[in-house]
């Protein structure tokens, strides 16, 4: 039977719970177990899909199309794995899954009630992401005190109950503050969340103390005396320089086996963490920096703009950063400033390289698409990642095709040129307003052209080899097939994630060739349409473009082949 260990957060939110979870989940993994994670996300929403970026963070996208919290993003950039969409559950979800089974019948006779219906359901589903784990993490979402998360909690203790405490640990993660006026920290709202953890009969194993220095000897005692834990088992997580830091922090502690020992078991392998360690020293101490600019679209909340709605292009380029020893500095520019006069592009050249990221309709289009052709100009790296290609075929078909009218028709639906178009199958959600979960979500594969330098960077990374591995996988799951397109077989072909309904209009790909532009990939329908997946300049030195989001499959130690490109262009 797999271990559970349940992880709350108190005090408030965005102290790096997520984060944590990740790091024991690596540290478990480092100690010889298999290890997975499941978030738990306290909303009505069914998924993450249709949450403002600006506020949550950037929606995850995993390989089965699941559009999700970007905690599991942190999971899978630490563990080094895919993890499915199961593995994030909603109070949405659970209350659906619930409505619908009682509309079929299934529970004809019965009252349907919070309990035991809905703790039910949530031990259901964590047990049915829980197969063929040693250990199994569950973040549980929002913070201590949450109306919202008491389903969760009532159902945590249940499954305690039903597999016996020493089946089950719970990690409290807290934040002590140090009011400037005072310059003390302050362990009062950790207190007060340990109280209103004990409400719902739950008492924490471990807490980990988040806070901006390390926790002296006279907080630990206090928390320790009013938890009525043992000191060691109360963590100072400190800020640092960068999240990867974390396992190693806490296996100073000698966290690791303090887990461990709470279960009754042992490592199973000694932990080997030299090439964590050095990937961390190189983002900490890099060899040399670059400077890059990613022109998009920023809203800001208040007096405050969420960097996170880029997380995991941000994280791509650490991991590439971190495999090269090039420490990265990243400007957010919003395009708008691009759109009228054309000497603000000016400021563009204090930049080693430009991305263009993902995005939606009409908002500073003409100012990514001014950037885009700056790079291509001035011969500077560009990176374009989903819109971005799609906005660079816009800007080489206006520019170099002589397509002067040539767009997406997703700002403008009346181009004489649409070398940008919706899917057909896409059209008809787009006017029926379905717009949950019906985007090109997860994984497709790319079947990638010989000689090409997307292609060479795929074989470097090794990702070719690796997704060998996932497409013979795919093979074997009938439900899952459509991922692959018809497959040309002693191809090279690699799988990336998808968010998008626009794409390449197939009519116009051969005058786009004929002019210079390389699709260094496609995935093949299965109609037989080749929806393109990459682009290259073949004369530029990099300058490429993928419809996919390559950023979702970046690990720590495993970066994605274009960042990699891109990055070691920039730091040339
Ligand atoms: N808006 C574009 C589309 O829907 C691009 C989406 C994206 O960048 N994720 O195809």
Request: net charge neutral; proline share 5%.
């Amino acid at each position: 039977m797999p271990k559970y260990i349940i992880i709350a957060g108190g005090v408030m939110s965005g102290v790096g719970k997520g984060v944590t979870t990740a790091s024991i989940g690596k540290i478990l993994q480092e100690h010889g177990y298999k290890v997975t994670a499941i978030k738990i996300d306290p909303y009505l929403n069914y998924d993450a899909g249709t949450l403002r970026p600006t506020e949550h963070g950037e929606v995850w996208v995993t390989d089965d199309g699941g559009e999700i919290d970007q905690d599991l993003g942190t999971y899978e950039r630490f563990l080094n794995m895919d993890i499915p969409k199961r593995n994030n559950l909603t109070t949405g979800q659970i209350y659906k899954t619930i409505i619908d089974r009682e509309r079929q019948g299934e529970y004809l006779g019965q009252t349907v009630q919070f309990i035991p219906h809905i703790p039910d359901e949530i031990k259901r589903r964590i047990k049915e992401a829980s197969n063929h784990f040693d250990f199994v993490l569950v973040e549980v979402g929002g913070t201590i005190g949450d109306y919202e998360n008491i389903p969760f909690l009532f159902a945590a203790k249940s499954l305690e109950r039903e597999i016996g405490k020493q089946n089950l640990s719970y990690v409290l993660v807290t934040y002590l503050p140090i009011p400037s006026h005072i310059e003390e920290m302050k362990t009062k709202p950790t207190q007060q969340a340990i109280r209103l953890l004990s409400e719902s009969g739950i008492f924490p194993d471990f807490i980990i103390c988040r806070a901006k220095k390390p926790l002296d000897v006279v907080r630990k005692k206090k928390i320790e005396t009013y938890a009525n834990i043992v000191s060691e088992h109360v963590i100072s997580e400190p800020d640092i320089e960068t999240v990867y830091q974390i396992p190693l922090d806490l296996e100073k502690e000698g966290f690791g086996e303090k887990i461990l020992n709470e279960f009754g078991m042992k490592s199973k392998k000694k932990p080997n963490w030299q090439e964590w360690r050095n990937l961390v020293e190189n983002i900490m101490n890099p060899d040399k920096t670059i400077k890059i600019a990613i022109v998009g679209k920023y809203i800001d909340i208040g007096d405050y703009n969420l960097a996170d709605s880029y997380l995991s292009i941000n994280q791509a380029l650490v991991h590439a950063g971190a495999s090269l020893s090039t420490g990265i500095e990243i400007t957010w520019l919003d395009s708008k400033k691009f759109e009228q006069d054309r000497k603000s592009l000016n400021a563009l050249k204090d930049y080693d390289g430009i991305i263009v990221p993902g995005g939606f309709g009409a908002s500073g289009v003409e100012g990514k698409i001014n950037s885009i052709n700056f790079a291509r100009i001035s011969k500077m790296p560009y990176l374009g990642l989903c819109y971005g290609l799609q906005l660079a075929v816009i800007e080489f078909a206006r520019n170099v095709c002589n397509l002067k009218d040539a767009h997406t028709t997703e700002v403008n639906p009346k181009t004489s040129a649409p070398v940008i178009d919706v899917q057909p199958s896409q059209k008809e959600i787009l006017e029926k307003h379905m717009f949950g979960g019906t985007m090109r979500l997860g994984a497709y594969a790319a079947i990638l052209k010989e000689k090409t330098k997307v292609l060479k960077l795929y074989e470097e990374v090794g990702r070719v080899k690796e997704d060998e591995k996932r497409i013979s996988e795919l093979e074997k799951d009938k439900s899952q097939y459509f991922r692959l397109g018809i497959i040309e077989k002693g191809k090279k072909i690699v799988l990336e994630r998808h968010r998008h309904r626009y794409e390449v209009n197939p009519k116009f790909v051969d005058l786009l060739e004929k002019n210079g532009m390389v699709f260094s990939g496609y995935y093949n329908r299965a109609d037989k349409t080749k929806l393109m997946e990459y682009i290259e300049l073949p004369k530029l030195d990099f300058f490429c473009g993928t419809q996919a989001h390559p950023e979702f499959k970046s690990r720590l130690g495993n970066p994605s082949p274009l960042f990699y490109g891109f990055v070691r262009a920039c730091g040339k």
